[in-house]
């Protein structure tokens, strides 16, 4: 089968927060399949961050984005990929010749508030919110991370059933393929993990009182975060790790007791998915995309703020080692549903899909 031409359009090639990291890691992985010609659109050169072989195309500045289309259709592209809800807005897709396709990590770009009141700043934001809805109707497809963000979009903006895919994200290679790690250096025999980049949405205080209130009396390790990133009343038995690469955060992951996961919002939920990868029972809160990426895989609390729940969780899965063992069993076989492999055949069958509909 001949391979199609995808244009992958990645912003400006810095590497910030989890969705960027997981288009790139797309990038990357289409790059090296033979079912696709990849071609990069980067307002930085291409080469210097995907590697000398890229076949990219370096675009100019954001602020003239009615100049991107002409590059883009002189390509002969079968479709376009714009990576991230941020690009919805900077792009006009219904430019292109090709079909466009964006990828939706979250549902904050289509839920803020608006204002009421009529002055210049109300005008800007309302204005903006109707050019964003405009161009995402453009699209002939959108890729969502979780069918909780699918939902919420057909709730915000009418597209369809017929353009909204739940593709769900991929698991660094990683969590997969290295072998179980010894038990970190300095870390004691048991310990609970809670990864958290924002302490905020992921509600790390609870985390903090649930593993406290415990009679398992497990030290608490955090990744992601510095002591500094903390209460300044935080005491105890806590730890902070910082920020960790996945091939640090799977040695913590393989010895711990658990994961914590208290998070007040998530769409898709990667520390889930990569503890369950590695073995780690987890107990989270039952909110947003946890249900449906967990499915019956970890231990769930209604209430992310109960913190007893929480705590008598915990001491479930650290006491009872029938819960244990099948939880572990449990998330193992979900957690394989997240492989970079399986990944890439739901995206490309879509581009196929959607390129043999349109020609």
């Given at each position: 089968m001949e391979?199609?031409r995808?244009?992958l359009m990645v912003?400006?090639?810095?590497?910030?927060?989890?969705?960027t990291r997981?288009?790139?890691?797309?990038?990357?992985?289409?790059q090296?399949?033979?079912?696709?010609?990849?071609?990069?659109?980067?307002?930085?050169d291409?080469?210097?961050v995907f590697g000398?072989?890229t076949?990219?195309?370096?675009?100019p500045?954001?602020?003239i984005?009615?100049?991107?289309?002409t590059?883009?259709?002189a390509?002969?592209?079968?479709?376009?990929?714009l990576?991230?809800?941020?690009?919805?807005?900077?792009?006009p897709a219904?430019r292109?010749?090709?079909?466009?396709?964006?990828?939706?990590?979250?549902?904050?770009?289509?839920?803020t508030?608006?204002p009421?009141?009529?002055?210049v700043?109300?005008?800007?934001?309302?204005?903006l919110?109707?050019?964003?809805?405009l161009?995402?109707?453009?699209l002939?497809r959108?890729f969502c991370?979780?069918?909780y963000?699918a939902e919420?979009?057909?709730s915000?903006?009418?597209?369809?059933?017929?353009?909204?895919?739940?593709?769900y994200?991929?698991?660094?290679d990683?969590?997969?393929?290295?072998?179980k790690q010894?038990r970190?250096?300095g870390?004691?025999?048991q310990?609970?993990?809670h990864v958290?980049?924002?302490p905020?949405?992921?509600?790390t205080?609870?985390?903090i009182?649930?593993a406290?209130s415990?009679a398992?009396?497990l030290?608490?390790?955090?990744?992601?975060?510095t002591?500094e990133?903390l209460p300044?009343?935080t005491?105890?038995?806590?730890?902070?790790l910082?920020?960790?690469?996945?091939s640090?955060l799977?040695?913590?992951?393989?010895?711990a007791?658990?994961l914590?996961?208290?998070?007040f919002?998530e769409t898709?939920?990667?520390?889930?998915v990569?503890a369950?990868?590695r073995?780690?029972?987890?107990?989270a809160?039952?909110?947003c995309?946890i249900?449906?990426?967990?499915?019956g895989a970890a231990l769930l609390?209604?209430?992310?703020t109960?913190v007893?729940k929480?705590?008598?969780?915990?001491?479930?899965i650290?006491?009872?080692?029938?819960v244990?063992?099948?939880?572990?069993k449990?998330?193992?076989?979900?957690?394989n549903?997240?492989?970079?492999e399986?990944?890439l055949?739901?995206?490309?069958s879509e581009?196929?899909?959607l390129?043999?509909?349109q020609s």
């Open positions: 391979a199609l995808v244009g912003g400006s090639g810095n590497v910030g927060g989890a969705p997981y288009f790139h890691n797309l990038v990357r992985h289409l090296n399949d033979d079912r696709i010609e990849a071609i990069v659109y980067c307002r930085g291409p080469k210097d000398p072989d076949d990219g195309r370096q675009l500045d954001k602020s984005p009615p100049r991107w289309h590059k883009i259709n390509d002969e592209l079968d479709l376009l990929h990576g991230c809800n941020e690009l919805f807005g900077e792009y219904y292109t010749d090709v079909p466009v396709v964006a990828t939706s990590h979250g549902v904050e770009h289509w839920n508030e608006l009421d009141e009529v002055n700043s109300g005008r800007l934001k309302w204005r919110r109707i050019q964003d809805v161009r995402a109707l453009t002939d959108v991370v979780s069918e963000v919420t979009l057909r915000q903006i009418p597209f369809g059933n017929s353009r909204l895919r739940a593709t994200e991929a698991i660094d990683v969590y997969y393929t290295l072998p010894n970190p250096e870390a004691p025999e310990y609970m993990l958290a980049t924002d905020g949405i992921k509600n205080e609870t985390a009182k649930a406290q415990c398992a009396d030290p608490l390790y955090i990744a992601g975060v002591r990133d300044a009343s005491s105890g038995n806590v730890h902070t910082g920020f960790l690469k996945p640090e799977v040695t913590w992951y393989d010895n007791a658990c914590i996961h208290p998070s919002h898709f939920g990667r520390p889930i990569e369950m990868t073995k780690t029972p987890v107990v809160s039952d909110l995309a249900p449906e990426i967990s499915n609390i209604n209430d992310p109960d007893p929480f705590a008598d969780a915990l001491d479930k650290v006491s009872d080692e029938m244990r063992s099948e939880l572990v449990k998330g193992e076989k979900q957690a549903k997240f492989t970079w399986n990944h055949n739901t995206i490309i581009y196929r899909g390129h043999a509909e």
